[in-house]
């Protein structure tokens, strides 16, 4: 077969273990970014730097790809839509519209008879009146938050009218559930029923970030399939073709919620490179790229820590690594607190 080469939008540490993984599989990667100083320029086969919205880079990317995909979802939709014109974009741009806006979102996923957190709408002032039924909740921003970014804790309407909240952008306030757990699952669809998916991920956050994550999640039974048929659910409603992730709540009740989706390869998966015989990233090139789908095989339980902020200097110092230990750097230039620098995964 001849050569593939395969165009990935974003160049962070997700564009980064995509192009590691492609070149495993002899595929090569040409990463487009508006960072110049984008770590994924230290993995790829060519780096092209560019604003997303800059016509002529766009089409310079485009011609020296096959396929695209992209590594965040917050593309403005009109630039993935003009590039499906001319090179085929996947997961498809559709599907990026509706998950890249917290609203549209979660009405998809309500029409699928899957439980979300309960959320209203807040365009203008007169919305923040009949709210009290959302309270305590989390305002968020419906669209370009990641990493608890956007966000604000409320737990009265004088929280809210403090906030002098920018209404050329659109808000939703989402009840606050009372969380036991949170679990992700990842899946890669290939095609028609055509999955790879992997077991359920317990994940813990602090302020809103991820820090930990594991295999086996501790949850029910019931729990473990349901996650799994409502991933399923989602993909193929989607005619999703690549890994996606789902994000879930569990309430103190053992209730499960659907908390958001992302349409590509995920933190909580990283675990996946060293843990399974095939990772997150690999399955995300293999769909994409049309290569052959091979099944699923655990290899290891494991447990992955986010390196935030100067967490990462020790690692980068003196690791002293145990032989179950695997260390990513990102090689991101500027250290920031809270920033994701690298990860250590731990087999157990
Ligand atoms: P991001 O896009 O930043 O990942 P999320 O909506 O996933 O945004 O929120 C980040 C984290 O904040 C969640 O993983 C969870 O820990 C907490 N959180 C967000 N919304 C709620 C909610 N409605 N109830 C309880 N916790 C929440
Ligand atoms: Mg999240």
Known sequence: ??????????????????????RKLNVKTVVFSDDPDAPAQNFCNQFISGNYDDKQKVINFVNHVDVVTYEFE?????????????????????????????????DFVNKLNIRTT????????????????FLPGILKTTTLGYDGKGQHPISSIEDLNLLNLDFTRGYILEKLVKLKKEISIIITRFNINKYEIYEPIENTHEDQILKHSKIPADITEKIFNQSKDWAMLIAEELKYVGTLCVEFFIDRNDNLYVNEVAPRVHNSGHLTINAYNVSQFENHVRAVCRLEQIPLKKISNAKMINLLGDQISYYRKDPKLKKNEYFFDYLKKEIKEKRKMGHITILI
């Open 1 to 22: 077969m001849s050569e593939i080469n395969l165009g990935i939008i974003g160049g962070g540490q997700l564009g980064s273990m995509l192009s590691i993984a492609a």
């Open 74 to 106: 917050n593309i403005p939709f009109e630039t993935l839509n003009e590039i499906n014109k001319l090179k085929p974009v996947l997961p498809k741009p559709s599907v990026n519209r509706i998950i890249q806006h917290r609203l549209a979102e979660k």
């Open 118 to 133: 309960r959320y209203v709408s807040i365009e203008k002032r007169s919305d923040l009146d009949a709210l009290k039924d």
